[in-house]
């Protein structure tokens, strides 16, 4: 195991302007992620989830369920709830505190690179952790609440921590980094693709270019490495059960969720099959190149020109870049979200080439300075200009699927006056927009069914399709209208996926202005819901009962039209 982490290999000092280099990237990293976390709608499924959280705090209750990934995420917005609701003496919840536990996280992340110096040097340690800060793809969503945070959290920090101990040996590190196995395999079923993507990831670190794979070297020295290392292994896979343990059972509250792994397997692998959220092979491919190319393109060319150079840890990393990859084009689940685990790999690699290139001409650092510069402003604009859809709006971001529009945001202040000043309910809403309004008007008196009798509330909120049937309902006291709800974009979708020439590419890249469909139909796909507002009495006065019948129609009455 000598080859893999020498033991002799002396973490370098820091000097005065690398530890200024790192606060400097620390505070732009926090202003990022923490600036305006709050301004726009939850998606779907942040909604789900900022409420689950709130109700593990109000009502101490959690159970896992496949469909909604594992534990970690919830108790980490619970926390952050609590914590902000001390700092601001107030309950707690909101968009912004239940973005702020994986916008921490982010940042987290950043400063994980910190443990590359060791392996990689300073310059590419700073590098990675400045590409791991403002990756698009990576700021976008760990501003977001979702579980792919603190399952990119946990894998670093297996990894690095491992590496740690085998070079130093310290238990310690040992510890964190089954502590860090535990948080990634609590927080989302991605750490089972993790596991078949170690195959060729170690499979690509033994292959020395010109001295072939000595299996059987290699595994008698694993084997050596193994049993003088038995106790503190055997340790930290008790640690790392009992941590897991722990958190999938809700503190052993639940213990028939004490081996959630044949129920997420399962689950996952019937929705790898089914293609729920599906798209062609090719998928993540533009979305990488599109953000990412600051990261993507300097590893492969890294790669490229220097795989027979390359140590232990150089050729793991890319044989799991390359690698993970290939596995997401394959897996039938396509969700901008599972990017980042793709570029996760990818993020040590870069920050060694771009350590590379600071060593270059001047003109190839220029050329460098366009390149970050280009990066950022993806980033900034992805998170900060166009981090919603609508279909009012033509710009768009492909890296963004499906989010709740902007306009959603009206009708929630307006439920919630209503509920200020007495109205119950406040609203009825049914259909669609159950998510996220259970969220959003959660304070307010609301009713989640369509209403029925004499009940004649200020707003009702309803699907499209059952507008007609409400009206009649409601009567003539209302004013109807149409809100979007959700919006999409997802250009090379089937069945009819929408193929830019190349004036519409080049529009569409430096100005995010979509291109029409085929049918000259606006782009931006949508879900509308339809709004009556009330307009007459809260009570509608009682209906008179009919006149009688006349004895017999008069007798101008009596034909027919």
């Known amino acids: 195991m000598n080859e893999a982490a020498p033991r002799s290999a002396a973490e370098p000092p820091f000097s005065d302007l690398e530890k200024k280099a790192w606060i400097a990237l620390f505070a732009l990293s926090a202003l990022l992620h923490l600036v305006q976390l709050g301004s726009h709608a ?71 690179a910190l443990l590359l110096r060791r392996r990689f040097g300073p310059a590419a340690a700073f590098a990675t952790g400045v590409l791991a800060a403002f990756s698009p793809n990576l700021l976008y969503y760990s501003r977001f609440c979702r579980d792919d945070i603190w399952s990119l959290l946990g894998t670093a920090g297996l990894f690095l921590w491992l590496d740690q101990y085998l070079a130093r040996g310290r238990l310690r590190d040992l510890c964190f980094a089954s502590l860090s196995a ?86 996952w692998w019937g929705q790898h099959k089914l293609e729920r959220v599906g798209g062609p092979k090719t998928f ?30 150089e050729r793991f990393l890319a044989g799991w870049a390359l690698s993970s990859v290939a596995m997401y084009a394959y897996l039938g689940e396509k969700a901008g979200w599972l990017i980042v685990h793709q570029v996760l790999p990818f993020l040590p690699l870069a920050g060694a080439a771009w350590a590379l290139l600071a060593g270059k001409g001047s003109r190839a650092r220029l050329g460098g300075a366009v390149v970050v510069a280009a990066s950022l402003l993806t980033a900034v604009t992805l998170s900060f200009v166009y981090p919603v859809l609508t279909p009012n709006s033509r710009k768009a971001e492909s890296a963004i699927q499906v989010q709740t529009c902007p306009e959603m945001l009206g009708l929630v202040d307006e439920i919630l006056a209503y509920g200020k000043v007495g109205e119950v309910p406040a609203a009825i809403v049914s259909g669609e927009a159950g998510w996220p309004m259970s969220w959003y008007v959660r304070k307010a008196p609301v009713n989640w069914q369509a209403p029925k009798g004499d009940l004649r509330p200020p707003i009702v909120v309803c699907d499209d399709a059952d ?27 089937a069945p009819k996926p929408l193929r830019p020439n190349l004036r519409q590419l080049l529009l569409y890249l430096f100005t995010r202005e979509t291109w029409d469909r085929a049918d000259g139909n606006n782009p931006i796909g949508s879900v509308w819901v339809t709004v009556f507002r009330r307009t007459g009495p809260a009570t509608l006065p009682p209906v008179p009962p009919p006149a009688p019948a006349p004895a017999e129609a008069p007798a101008e009455a009596k034909g027919t039209s």
């Not at 994986?102 to 950043?110: Q, V």
């Not at 990634?184 to 072939?212: I, T």
């Not at 003539?476 to 149409?482: E, V």
Request: charged share 15%; with cysteine.
């Open 467 to 493: 507008a007609d049937k409400q009206a009649e309902v409601l009567g003539p006291s209302y004013k109807r209208d149409r809100v979007p709800f959700r919006a999409w974009w997802i250009p090379d979708v």
């Open 284 to 313: 993540y491919l533009p979305r990488l190149l599109q953000y990412e190319f600051a990261i993507v393109l300097p590893a492969l060319a890294f790669i490229a020109t220097r795989w027979s150079r390359f140590t232990f840890a």
């Open 42 to 112: 939850l998606h779907h499924d942040e909604s789900i989830h900022a409420w689950a959280a709130l109700h593990l705090i109000q009502d101490g209750t959690y159970k896992y369920d496949p469909v909604y990934h594992g534990p970690v995420q919830y108790f980490a917005v619970a926390l952050a709830y609590k914590t902000w609701g001390l700092l601001t003496l107030s309950s707690g919840d909101s968009d912004f505190s239940a973005r702020l536990a994986p916008a921490l996280g982010g940042i987290a992340l950043s400063m994980m």
């Open 182 to 267: 535990s948080v990634a395999f609590a927080s989302k079923e991605n750490f089972y693709v993790l596991l078949a993507l170690m195959v060729p990831s170690v499979a690509a670190a033994w292959a020395e270019p010109g001295r072939g794979i000595d299996v059987w070297n290699r595994l008698r020295r694993i084997i050596d490495w193994l049993e003088a290392h038995t106790v503190p292994l055997v340790g930290a896979l008790l640690l790392f059960f009992c941590v897991s343990e722990v958190l999938y059972t809700f503190f052993l509250v639940h213990p028939e969720s004490g081996n959630p792994v044949f129920d997420a397997i399962s689950y």
